[in-house]
């Protein structure tokens, strides 16, 4: 499994992952756009996983694997945006930490 971080999802827009309940219910999905967020800091990065399906899940926002060669099977949140979006919200730490302590 490749290591979960901004560079990784934003390869895969454009591209197919299955979504996949704790009941076994496994959905195919988009990936529509991988944006970052601005954090305002040095030492995290923040960035969002917006998804797309015509087979939308019946269930409410909760944590579901993610499925595809490049990300392997992590559990991650999504909330759903509408019956056939979905976003996942991720917070990780940046690499890059010169200026830690700046601004």
Partial sequence: MSELNYDTFKTLEGQQ???CDAAG???????????????KSNQWLGW????????PLSVVDGSY???????????????????????????????DRTGVGEG
Avoid at 25 to 39: I, N, P
Avoid at 48 to 55: I, M, W
Avoid at 67 to 95: D, F, N, R
């Fill in 17 to 19: 992952v299955d979504v």
């Fill in 25 to 39: 219910q496994r959905v195919a999905m988009t990936v529509s756009a991988v944006d970052k967020y601005d954090m």
């Fill in 48 to 55: 969002s996983v917006l998804l797309e399906t015509d087979q």
């Fill in 65 to 95: 694997q993610i499925e595809h060669p490049a990300i392997g099977q992590p559990l991650l949140h999504l909330s759903a945006k509408s019956g056939a979006h979905y976003e996942i919200i991720v917070t990780e730490a940046h690499s």
